[in-house]
């Protein structure tokens, strides 16, 4: 059955090829909006991994309330339940002014940096050390985009520092960050003692969720976010970019699989004859359904695969444009394409059914009346 | 000879009345015919008269308005609906007067074609498919599409595909209706040495030379036929 259906495509090539196009293109949308929601979705398991075990705790004003200073550090860490604390610093870089390209300082004690990394691991050099004021460590992007090494001297704010380590690449928010002694980013900023939050590390065995409230009531002027209510509110915006991303990608494809159906409407109304031969010749309703279904899969099929892989195109060389200005943006994975494919071949057989339907409820001799 | 024949196809008080909006329309009123096995049977008739009609019904392509079909043992009336395709399959063969062939399949695809239903495997219809169209001389065109070939090579194609699956009875609406007078004469020469080897042909004609030919003829008026 397969060599009629591929003859029936083959025989109306422009139509059928507009038709492929049109899926194509649904599908072109789906991988590419797809890529990009794949990406955000990669870099926000991975943010949340490196982040989870530790709790935030900052000024009921808010971050940007200030109000946070270094002497609430010991007051976190007197709280039963709290195996480590710092307070910390984070400014967008100077370079990066409207903070668009999510490149960070991060001021850390000296003496955290492995702490408040973890779990990241360096890839050259060490971590910060007592002592250490214009030293810095680098995430791996970072070091890409500035082509650093251990030893370099890295500009921040008019001041040189010597980069003395490099992290791992995480596909987190830790690539893109600048991790330099706190004393040394207050002096840089002017910021007196402030902080931006101070995170605390539970003790093992201790309920992140409760030691998050205990804090919040033992500490004046202290909100906190446990890693559990940091991770519904991340996943919370995470769900509505997905959710625009997703279906504006299969809007387009839905327009792919209209376009298949009116071809499909039209090749079964001209083929109103052939359908009453076929039946006249002993063909039972499955066989036309296969015949019809079948062509309308196909081209979904071919859609599909003409889709992927110019989606899959297009996002290589975006992503390799992009590779400059250090930003990477799409994400393919093997299950949006396993989707894509899968959405392909769904909207071939769907709009395909009514057409199908028609032709097999046809009267054979109406059908061969028919001009 | 016929008479020494068996009867493969009996119609008892066949009709067919269509509902033209309020008006109904009879098609074809209480048609009686025997018909035996190896017979080439004419019906002739003025156009509207039913005799389309008559052949769509013993084709099992429409139901029967009452009445009843024997064809080789088989009510065709009685038939339910998800049989019918398997009864075309297995006791008829069509030939149209337009030849009704495939036009995205060459001449020996359209005569597979009707055996790929049936579910015979590939090079067995192939084969069969071969040896027909040779036998109806058409052993140079097997490849050929339907618009690479002439009317009566078309037919001839038709008639091949018919023959296809064996079938008890062939149903011919008018073949000669759009061919010379050559050609009509090698159709018809056709269907005779096929009804000496015993193959039951009921033609549907308007030309008296296709008639003359035939084993007998019937003629229908208004939707009345009788043996
Ligand atoms: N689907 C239908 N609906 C209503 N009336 C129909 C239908 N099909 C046929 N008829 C009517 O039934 C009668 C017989 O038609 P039929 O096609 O059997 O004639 P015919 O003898 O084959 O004529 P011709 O020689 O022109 O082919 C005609 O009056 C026709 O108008
Ligand atoms: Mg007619």
């Known amino acids: ?371 | 000879m016929p008479e020494e024949q068996e009867i493969i196809l009996k119609i008892e008080n066949l009709s067919r009345t269509y509902t033209q909006g309020k008006i109904p329309v009879h098609a074809l009123r209480c048609a009686c015919i025997s018909v035996r096995k190896g017979e080439l049977l004419a019906i002739m008739g003025p156009s509207g008269s039913g005799k389309s009609t008559l052949l769509a019904l013993v084709g099992t392509l429409e139901k029967a308005s009452g009445g009843t079909a024997v064809l080789d043992g088989t009510d065709l009336t009685k038939v339910p609906e998800k049989l019918l395709p398997r009864v075309r399959r297995e006791k008829i063969g069509f030939v149209f007067q337009h030849y009704n062939l495939i036009p995205t399949l060459s001449a020996l695809e359209n005569v597979e074609l009707a055996m790929r239903f049936s579910g015979v495997p590939k090079k067995e219809r192939k084969q069969r498919a071969k040896v027909l169209l040779e036998e109806l001389g058409l052993g140079e065109r097997l490849d050929h599409k339907p618009t690479e070939l002439s009317g009566g090579e078309q037919q001839r194609v038709s008639i091949a595909r018919a023959l296809a699956n064996n079938p008890a009875l062939i149903l011919a609406d008018e073949p000669t209706g759009e061919v010379d007078s050559k050609t009509r004469d090698s159709i018809i020469r056709i269907f005779k040495e096929l009804s000496t080897k015993g193959q039951t042909i009921i033609v549907v004609t308007h030309d008296p030379e296709v008639a003359k030919e035939c084993t007998r003829v019937l003629r229908i008026t208004d939707g009345m036929i009788k043996d």
């Open chain 1, 1 to 371: 059955m397969l060599d009629l259906i591929i003859r029936n495509i083959t025989n109306r090539k422009v139509r059928s090829a507009l038709t492929i196009c049109g899926i194509a293109l649904g599908i072109f949308a789906v991988i590419v909006m797809g890529a990009m929601s794949e990406n955000f979705h990669q870099t926000f398991e991975r943010s949340m991994s490196v982040t989870s075990d530790k709790i935030r705790v900052f000024a009921e004003s808010g971050v940007f309330g200030g109000g946070l200073t270094d002497n609430k550090v010991s007051d976190v860490l007197r709280v039963a339940g709290v195996k480590d604390a710092y307070g910390l610093l984070m400014t967008t870089f100077d370079e990066d002014k409207m903070g668009m390209t999510g490149k960070q300082i991060l001021g850390v004690p000296p003496e955290k940096s492995s702490v408040a990394l973890y779990p990241v691991e360096l890839k050259a050099g060490r971590y910060l050390n007592p002592g250490d004021s214009y030293h810095v460590v680098v995430g791996n992007n970072i070091k890409r985009e500035y082509e650093l090494q251990v030893g370099s001297k890295f500009e921040i704010h008019d001041k040189y520092f010597t980069v003395v380590g490099i992290l791992d690449y995480t596909g987190s928010i830790f690539d893109n960050a600048v991790i330099i002694p706190l004393k040394t980013a207050q002096d840089l900023y002017n910021v007196g003692d402030s902080v931006s939050y101070i995170f605390a590390v539970p003790d093992e065995r201790v309920d992140a969720e409760m030691l998050s409230k205990r804090i919040e009531l033992s500490v004046k002027g202290t909100s906190t976010l446990s890693p559990g209510e940091l991770e519904v509110q991340a996943r919370q915006s995470f769900m509505i970019f997905s959710v625009i991303t997703i279906s504006s990608g299969l809007l387009a494809a839905i327009i792919g699989g209209l376009c298949v159906m009116n071809t499909m409407l039209m090749s079964v109304a001209e083929r109103t004859r052939e359908f009453g031969i076929l039946k006249a010749m002993g063909a039972e309703t499955r066989d036309i359904l296969l015949l019809t279904l079948g062509e309308a899969s196909c081209m979904g099929l071919f859609g599909g695969v003409l889709g992927i892989l110019v989606g899959v195109g297009s996002v290589f060389i975006m992503n390799t444009w992009l590779a400059k200005t250090r930003i990477v943006l799409f994400l393919i994975t093997p299950r949006l394409l396993v989707i894509a494919m899968l959405f392909a071949l769904l909207i071939g057989a769907l709009s395909g059914l009514y057409p199908a339907y028609r032709a097999s409820k046809m009267s054979p001799m109406e059908a061969l009346k028919h001009a």
